[in-house]
């Protein structure tokens, strides 16, 4: 028997363990956001770090600081006995979940509930899968031979879902034990269930305040009417001009791939969206490509006067918030400075426009030509007995690019176990249960092959 049948017998035979550990992970209401489950953040880190001792690594909780003697959430370290020649790889995930409202769920959030072959359950798959399939992955190879094919460190984030803010500090506080030649990090998608992916791109975010001014106070409507807009109809002018007739970003450079490796059928992403009957996708570039590798800007917040407190008064300002999603490969910070420009430069009637940038977030590219992209495809392919496709993601991982930053020379693979069906964020999340098996396999055979280098 072959090393890839011999991983997958001990993959198979671990199911069930995986599901009964997914579970109790479930059941910890790991919510970082809520200081009222400071104590299930606590116990949720505690119970993944029993774990990975019991898999005989050494295992500890560590905090690392937001400021000095501001400490962030607890983290798990867990390092495997060191093996001298052998590369080294870093296994990421993270242990806190987002909040809930449980009255938007079928099934109590914090019970894991298995249905068809998926778990359903708050931090199923974000990411209480990502820990699993480490574990999962970890127990196989330990069955095929007492020595693991690498060394293996752990990292078990605990703040991910809040913005990662003792991240750095964490890195540089644990920099020698955290240093490795590769970095997996199990936090992102697949294509579909039946379809694995290398996730090839994420990208950046960046978060700017505009208020838009035309008066000193409010005016009377009737008396002077007409001559002068209200801020809130001007501020709907200045943002009409961010998209072109066909809903295309019109900031300039900005950058863009018009063009995606996969074809995002469109009545999928309608059903997954929600998007309502008789609207039209904005945007001219292939559908999957829009998503990933193309800018997005959106309105995410207003400020202006509500209809219960109305008055026939002229409104003399208005706030609002942009979310502007970046191309992967571009700065952040340059895209910040291009939409400031542009928004200046585009005030309407001469109304003042000020900004305030108040979040830039990096992006991330992968080398889809690196030895580590190429190992990754192979396991994935095998795993799944479907070839790997490589995606990108519209959303943001930050913390990637202090990864990059910390470890120059590691290589950071981004894979993960979750799938269109997921729901992350959102009621009713869950888990695929062929998704975990097969990415805990696949995660078996990297690390096997990445020991063989």
């Known amino acids: 028997?072959?090393?890839?049948?011999?991983?997958?017998?001990?993959?198979?035979?671990?199911?069930?363990?995986?599901?009964?550990?997914?579970?109790?992970?479930?059941?910890?209401?790991?919510?970082?956001?809520?200081?009222?489950?400071?104590?299930?953040?606590?116990?949720?880190?505690?119970?993944?770090?029993?774990?990975?001792?019991?898999?005989?690594?050494?295992?500890?909780?560590?905090?690392?600081?937001?400021?000095?003697?501001?400490?962030?959430?607890?983290?798990?370290?867990?390092?495997?006995?060191?093996?001298?020649?052998?590369?080294?790889?870093?296994?990421?995930?993270?242990?806190?979940?987002?909040?809930?409202?449980?009255?938007?769920?079928?099934?109590?959030?914090?019970?894991?509930?298995?249905?068809?072959?998926?778990?359903?359950?708050?931090?199923?798959?974000?990411?209480?899968?990502?820990?699993?399939?480490?574990?999962?992955?970890?127990?196989?190879?330990?069955?095929?031979?007492?020595?693991?094919?690498?060394?293996?460190?752990?990292?078990?984030?605990?703040?991910?879902?809040?913005?990662?803010?003792?991240?750095?500090?964490?890195?540089?506080?644990?920099?020698?034990?955290?240093?490795?030649?590769?970095?997996?990090?199990?936090?992102?998608?697949?294509?579909?269930?039946?379809?694995?992916?290398?996730?090839?791109?994420?990208?950046?975010?960046?978060?700017?305040?505009?208020?838009?001014?035309?008066?000193?106070?409010?005016?009377?409507?009737?008396?002077?009417?007409?001559?002068?807009?209200?801020?809130?109809?001007?501020?709907?002018?200045?943002?009409?001009?961010?998209?072109?007739?066909?809903?295309?970003v019109a900031v300039e450079g900005l950058g863009g791939n018009p063009r995606a490796e996969v074809d995002w059928d469109e009545g999928d992403f309608r059903r997954d969206s929600s998007v309502i009957d008789g609207y039209s996708l904005a945007g001219t570039a292939d559908l999957a490509a829009r998503v990933w590798t193309m800018p997005a800007i959106a309105v995410i917040g207003i400020d202006a006067t509500s209809v219960a407190d109305s008055a026939n008064a002229i409104i003399p300002r208005c706030r609002f918030r942009l979310s502007v999603r970046t191309v992967p490969g571009t700065d952040s910070a340059e895209v910040a400075q291009a939409v400031e420009q542009h928004l200046v430069s585009h005030a309407p009637f001469g109304c003042r426009v000020t900004t305030s940038i108040e979040e830039t977030g990096p992006s991330y590219l992968a080398d889809l030509e690196s030895q580590g992209v190429s190992d990754l495809r192979w396991a994935l392919t095998t795993a799944w007995d479907e070839d790997a496709v490589a995606i990108g993601v519209g959303g943001s991982i930050p913390f990637i690019a202090q990864f990059e930053e910390a470890f120059p020379n590691a290589e950071v693979l981004v894979t993960g176990v979750e799938d269109p069906a997921t729901n992350a964020h959102s009621e009713n999340e869950s888990q695929s249960l062929k998704t975990l098996k097969n990415a805990t396999l696949a995660e078996a055979l990297l690390l096997e092959r990445l020991g063989s280098r």
């Open 1 to 248: 028997m072959n090393t890839v049948e011999e991983l997958k017998q001990n993959v198979d035979a671990g199911t069930s363990e995986q599901i009964d550990l997914l579970s109790r992970i479930v059941a910890i209401p790991s919510v970082g956001s809520d200081p009222a489950h400071a104590g299930d953040l606590e116990r949720s880190a505690e119970f993944v770090c029993e774990q990975f001792g019991e898999l005989g690594f050494d295992a500890r909780v560590e905090r690392g600081e937001i400021s000095p003697g501001v400490l962030g959430a607890p983290a798990v370290i867990a390092t495997s006995e060191t093996i001298p020649g052998r590369p080294t790889v870093l296994l990421y995930a993270h242990h806190d979940v987002q909040p809930v409202d449980a009255s938007r769920w079928d099934s109590d959030p914090f019970t894991a509930e298995v249905r068809g072959d998926r778990l359903y359950g708050r931090g199923a798959s974000d990411d209480g899968a990502g820990i699993v399939v480490h574990i999962g992955a970890l127990r196989a190879l330990q069955q095929l031979s007492a020595e693991l094919p690498v060394n293996v460190v752990v990292f078990i984030e605990g703040e991910e879902e809040v913005g990662s803010p003792s991240f750095q500090n964490f890195l540089q506080q644990n920099r020698d034990v955290l240093r490795a030649d590769v970095i997996v990090v199990a936090d992102s998608n697949n294509w579909t269930v039946d379809v694995p992916a290398v996730t090839a791109s994420l990208r950046g975010v960046v978060t700017l305040d505009v208020e838009v001014q035309v008066l000193g106070h409010a005016v009377h409507s009737g008396m002077f009417g007409g001559p002068i807009l209200d801020a809130v109809t001007l501020s709907s002018r200045l943002i009409s001009t961010l998209h072109d007739e066909d809903g295309n």
